[in-house]
């Protein structure tokens, strides 16, 4: 599976951006994906995940209530529509895929559990 993101940009503060994590050469149907996120000061941060299913979401803390995590199964691409940007999400944004060994509602949550990675999409946020 190779796994492509894109979307990234740079956004006022209080804007918005979606990003995209679209999957080639391999289906990513049965795979949960998550997004983390990194800076040069952080290690590489979980910041929201899906399903395999697409029925289960999880966030993070610091961008619950302004992030959405939703995938298209006939495109085979994950989203992350980012709202109410702040200072604090600027960063390297990853996509990761973990296999949900056939539990729809299994949620990759670490990192170092993720079996596939797409190659990051910078985010910046100016006031």
């Known amino acids: 599976v190779q796994l492509q993101a894109s979307g990234g940009g740079s956004v006022q503060t209080g804007g918005s951006l979606r990003l995209s994590c679209a999957a080639s050469?391999?289906?990513?149907?049965?795979?949960?994906v998550a997004w983390f996120r990194q800076t040069p000061k952080n290690e590489r941060d979980f910041v929201a995940t899906i399903s395999a299913g697409g029925g289960t979401t999880h966030y993070a803390d610091s961008v619950r209530g302004r992030f959405t995590i939703s995938r298209d199964l006939y495109r085979d691409t994950v989203y992350l529509q980012m709202s109410s940007l702040k200072s604090d999400d600027a960063a390297v944004y990853y996509c990761?895929?973990?296999w949900g060994d056939g539990e729809a509602n299994l949620l990759l949550l670490d990192s170092r559990s993720a079996a596939f990675w797409g190659q990051g999409t910078l985010v910046t946020v100016s006031s």
């Open positions: 990761a895929a973990a």
């Open positions: 050469g391999r289906t990513i149907s049965g795979y949960s």
